[in-house]
């Protein structure tokens, strides 16, 4: 069941880009489906016993694919800077690099609490974007400037951090 939470939000990621250019309030119903799905299938594969280094790659996919489209789509209509979307592809190319060399035994994925902070900011972003795009008004424009903002220095100082680490490990060596 938490595999076809992921799944369903990895769907969404598809129809989302979409919704934004669209306009409307479709696009913060989808957004709202897919926090609620990404709030609950890791906790569901917990207390299942179904939790699965599987279904922690389907879910991090399904979470980077449905932000980056979001996000994406809003630097095109100008709602954010490309610095989001781009902040976002760097922090999950970095996280990806490092979940292929974390050890097997802590689950197979480098985990930070700056990265899942990131992680929280860019939905929250992709929130504000499709507020923005449900009710249209220039009261957005603070929030908005600020969340991204926030996004791309919590993105960015993750991948500041790997890299940081990635290269003390490489020193000692």
């Known amino acids: 069941m938490a595999d076809a939470l992921s799944a369903a939000r990895l769907l969404l990621a598809g129809v989302m880009p979409w919704l934004l250019a669209r306009g409307g309030p479709l696009a913060l119903g ?39 489209g ?17 902040s976002i592809a760097l922090s999950a190319g970095a996280y990806a690099v490092a979940s292929r060399r974390a050890p097997p035994s802590g689950g197979g994925l480098a985990r930070s609490r700056l990265g899942h902070w990131g992680g929280v ?3 929250v972003c992709l929130g504000v974007v499709a507020g923005r ?8 424009e603070a929030p908005l400037g600020l969340t991204a903002l926030a996004t791309a220095a919590v993105n960015l100082a993750a991948v500041t951090l790997r890299l940081t680490a990635r290269f003390q490990t490489a020193s000692r060596v």
């Open 121 to 123: 900011l860019n939905y």
């Open 70 to 86: 979001g996000l994406s789509t809003a630097a095109i209509l100008g709602l954010v800077p490309w610095l989001v979307p781009g």
């Open 133 to 140: 795009v449900a009710w249209p008004g220039a009261w957005w």
């Open 30 to 68: 989808a957004w709202c489906l897919a926090a609620a799905s990404d709030w609950i299938d890791g906790r569901l594969a917990r207390r299942t016993g179904t939790a699965s280094r599987r279904g922690a790659v389907l879910d991090n996919v399904a979470d980077i694919a449905f932000v980056l």
